[in-house]
């Protein structure tokens, strides 16, 4: 069969490389793809822009492709799945109607609320004043978010109110986000720890993957503004089974009882965003349509399963018919950013020992191109190094250790990725 990832991030590289492995898969072809994924084996870059849904369809019929795995958000809410299954082809994603739990932080507070589904009180405005008014009136700290995407980039955990009325200005008055925030969310602030629970659902049924942590502070000891994301690990030692066993009775099941009870067909991956406090209750921060950067690459490292299979038993509608196998290994990533990430960063930089890299890790691309020989940045996030290990803390060992071969001007990392699982470890919880 003949697989296409849509999307170029580092998540994508991860998708394709994961498909490249499968016995069923003659070739991946990756739009438009990265540095990364040209060069791997059994993957083919295509130079068609993952929103351009018109041309991606076009390859599909060209070059006969079995199954498109979509990516980004971005073209999820735009109906690509709506369009390529109206032109016969199969699709794994949710439809733009499904799409709208990313797209409206709106949508999703209503949502959860409708549905009793754990979350933060929260309250939506349009206007500055009323939003001004009621950040005053409550107190800090707060959260204040764009309601729509703004690439990871559009939520501010407020601790003081100055803080939280001049997030309430830049989106709403400045327009920081543009159409993303005409309206905004301001909510309470949730105490505790932060996880990502990711299923695959066919609609009817759900089966978790593994569980996994991300870093979205730029800083150490997660500080400093946040980013899409610094490093993730798998798995999460906070989702504990009893955790675990409680998200999916209170949360993930009830999401998709919600969807049908609303008339939401959904397909694809399911991602809740967590804040679990020390009681191990579990809250719904966000909810992402697809799986989320950086943490698709460490999970994917530990899939035993064949992830095309999945993908077409859940367009099938028989995901109650497979099982998901894992390796028991711990698995970690460390993302190497451009300088000045999230603000302004330079491109255009070549990245150095990339080929002194050995068998114990995984680099998967993101923000990267090809110029004659080179491998040179093109974006904030640049690579996800990888690495397996027996613990987390093994896992990162193996990780730091490779990507201390990389470099180029201006690269920026943090060195405590997965610092609470490997605390956990050391205390023997």
């Known amino acids: 069969m003949r697989v296409l990832v849509v999307g170029g991030g580092g998540r994508e590289h991860a998708l394709a490389w994961c498909c490249a492995r499968s016995p069923r898969v003659d070739e991946v072809l990756v739009a438009p793809g990265n540095a990364g994924s040209a060069q791997e084996p059994g993957v083919r870059n295509v130079a068609v822009a993952a929103g351009d849904i018109a041309g991606l369809i076009d390859v599909a019929r060209r070059e006969s492709v079995d199954l498109v795995i979509v990516g980004p958000e971005q073209p999820l809410v735009d109906g690509i799945a709506d369009q390529l299954t109206a032109a016969g082809i199969a699709c794994f ?19 959860l609320d409708r549905h009793g589904i754990p979350t933060a009180s929260f309250e939506r405005f349009t206007a500055f004043d009323a939003a001004r008014d009621y950040i005053e009136r409550t107190g ?25 009325v001049e997030a309430a200005r830049a989106m709403l008055v400045d327009g920081q986000f543009g159409d993303a925030s005409r309206e905004i969310v301001v909510e309470a602030f949730l105490e505790g720890e932060e996880a990502s629970f990711i299923a695959i659902t066919d609609g009817n049924t759900l089966l978790p993957l593994a569980t996994s942590q991300d870093h979205k502070a730029r800083d150490e000891g997660d500080r400093g503004p946040n980013t899409g994301g610094m490093g993730a690990y798998s798995p999460a030692p906070v989702v504990t089974d009893a955790v675990a066993e409680h998200v999916m009775r209170d949360i993930m099941l009830p ?35 697809r799986l989320g ?13 064949d992830l095309t299979v999945l993908a077409e038993a859940a367009i099938a509608r028989t995901l109650d018919t497979v099982s998901i196998e894992w390796d028991p290994r711990a698995s970690l990533g460390v993302v190497m950013a451009a300088g000045g990430y999230p603000g302004s960063y330079d491109n255009g930089a070549v990245i150095r020992g990339l080929d002194a890299v050995g068998d114990a890790a995984k680099v998967f691309h993101a923000g990267t191109r090809e110029e004659g020989d080179d491998i040179v940045t093109a974006g904030g ?7 397996l290990g027996a613990t987390v803390a093994e896992a990162a060992e193996q990780a730091y250790a490779a990507a201390d071969a990389i470099d180029w001007k201006d690269c920026y990392r943090r060195n405590d990725i997965g610092y609470r699982a490997i605390q956990r470890e050391r205390d023997g919880s």
């Open 93 to 111: 994603g949710p439809n733009a109607e499904a799409s709208q739990l990313e797209a409206s932080k709106s949508f999703t507070k209503a949502f």
């Open 140 to 164: 800090a700290p707060l959260v204040v978010k764009a309601d729509g995407l703004a690439a990871g980039k559009g939520v501010v955990v407020a601790d003081s109110v100055a803080m939280a």
């Open 255 to 289: 999401t998709l009882e919600g969807l049908a009870k609303d008339g939401i067909d959904y397909v694809g991956f399911l991602y809740a965003g967590l804040m679990i406090d020390s009681t191990g209750q579990a809250r719904v921060l966000e909810f992402n349509c």
């Open 293 to 305: 950067d950086p943490e698709t690459q460490p999970i994917l490292m530990r899939l035993a399963s």
């Open 381 to 387: 996030r640049v690579l996800t190094v990888c690495a």
